[in-house]
């Protein structure tokens, strides 16, 4: 075994949406090849690390990967051959160094993301480690509540379903992940019987969600808690619902926009929307709630909800340590959305989740809505402890293949394998 690096390859391919992403290739001296493909969302918080990406042609005449792919092949290439993949810290703040922005803007946050997470992967392989083995500090090991996206709406269905941009059920009151899945496979598919019913279409979202013209944001969870109960689960006890309104994505000068309803709410009267919606259904957590530049209205919000249910903050955090750090003082969410490509590097990534944990913070690992095949998250959930992943509906390739991967999992580790369920949440 010798893990230094030998050569780093990146190539342009394409994401779940049939944008162009980033692909890295490693080959270690010992003849190791490992390789990770970086995801993309469509919600990005406005404080996310900076990808090189194609959505503004204008600004990189339509080479903003292939110029993400050319930094990776040439400056982060050059400083990181001869260097030992086992050595995680090292690669990333080489890089980070390398990039010399705040943001990552120079290299690219998908260009550091796709060499960190092939680094990892590759040093795994070398030595004789399974991702979620390698990855743990101590062998100690958490199966996670899959936290499935059922409803898509938002950015996610073009604008054309629910304003909130996700209804997910979370099956916490299996016994393991295989009848946690079954249990949420089951309900997704009595929710398509549900909708049909209705006369609803059953076309998906970008998460695989149903994504149909509801007449409120109020219907999916009637629609949900039925088909729970159609597919012979009791709502609460054996499946949760969570929501991620993402809220920033209708907030505008200062009010929230529900176009679905014809309403416009101040952030008070947003709190009290939700705070009806968690009286009537089993509802566990919500993430972004309110928006990422509305941290008056998240002190509120914490204050009305934070001790009945999880309050989960994506944009307003970002996978941020400094982020974090300020909710973490000010009284804000009692947990937060981790995204790898938010932050742009595993290193930094761990220290926003060790940060999160010291101050009792649940934890929700997640996919973006653009995604690869690549299963990094699913061993990096298993390996952190984190207890819950989200990663869409069982109904496109790029999602199962993430909870696929952790069926492989537990049946791998046996009688050592522990399903976080409940447990895995901070309020419930
Ligand atoms: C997964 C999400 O969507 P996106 O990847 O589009 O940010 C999210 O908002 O949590
Ligand atoms: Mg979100």
Avoid: C
């Avoid at 992967?121 to 199966?143: C, H, I, K, M, P």
């Avoid at 006369?199 to 695989?208: I, K, N, Q, R, S």
């Avoid at 409940?422 to 419930?428: E, S």
């Amino acid at each position: 075994m010798n893990t230094t690096i030998q050569k780093i390859h990146a190539r342009e391919i394409l994401d779940s949406r049939g944008n162009p992403t980033v692909e890295v290739d490693i080959v270690l001296q010992d003849g190791t090849k490992a390789r990770a493909a970086v995801p993309s969302g469509a919600s990005t918080g406005k404080y996310e690390a900076f990808e090189l990406r194609d959505r503004d042609p204008k600004r990189y005449g339509g080479k903003g990967v292939l110029t993400a792919v050319t930094n990776v092949n040439g400056d982060i290439a050059n400083a990181l051959i001869g260097l030992d993949a086992g050595d995680q810290k090292l690669i990333d703040l080489t890089m980070i160094e390398l990039d010399g922005t705040p943001n990552k803007g120079r290299l690219g946050a998908n260009a550091i993301l796709g060499v960190s997470m092939a680094a990892a992967r590759a040093a795994a392989q070398a030595n004789g480690l399974q991702l979620y083995e390698y990855l743990s500090e101590d062998r100690r090991y958490l199966l996670p509540v899959p936290m499935m996206n059922v409803m898509n709406g938002g950015v996610h269905a073009q604008w054309q379903g629910a304003d909130f941009q996700e209804y997910m059920i979370a099956p916490l009151g299996a016994p393991n992940f295989r009848t946690a899945l079954q249990w949420g496979a089951e309900t997704y598919r009595a929710l398509q019987k549900t909708l049909q019913k209705k006369g609803y279409p059953t076309a998906v979202g970008d998460e695989g969600g149903f994504a149909p013209k509801v007449a409120s944001n109020e219907e999916p969870l009637e629609l949900i808690t039925l088909a729970i109960e159609e597919a012979g689960y009791q709502p609460g006890k054996d499946i949760a619902i969570s929501l991620d309104p993402a809220s920033s994505g209708f907030y505008h000068y200062g009010q929230y926009e529900l176009k679905r309803e014809q309403k416009a709410l101040t952030p008070e009267d947003m709190i009290k929307y939700y705070q009806m919606l968690v009286e009537n259904y089993s509802i566990i957590s919500i993430e972004d709630g309110l928006a990422e530049e509305d941290w008056t209205g998240w002190k509120m919000l914490t204050k009305e909800l934070g001790d009945r249910i999880e309050l989960i903050g994506d944009d307003i955090f970002v996978t941020s340590p400094a982020l974090v750090k300020r909710g973490i003082k000010e009284g804000i969410a009692n947990s937060v959305l981790i995204k790898l490509n938010q932050i742009g590097t595993v290193t930094e990534t761990l220290e926003t989740m060790q940060l999160a944990k010291s101050a009792g913070w649940g934890l929700n690992v997640s996919h973006r809505s653009g995604e690869t095949v690549d299963s990094f998250i699913s061993d990096f959930t298993v390996a952190t402890r984190a207890g819950k992943l989200k990663t869409g509906a069982p109904s496109r390739g790029e999602r199962i293949e993430k909870y696929n991967q952790l069926l492989r999992i537990e049946e791998e580790l046996g009688n050592r394998a522990v399903y976080a369920g409940r447990k895995a949440f901070v309020r419930g």
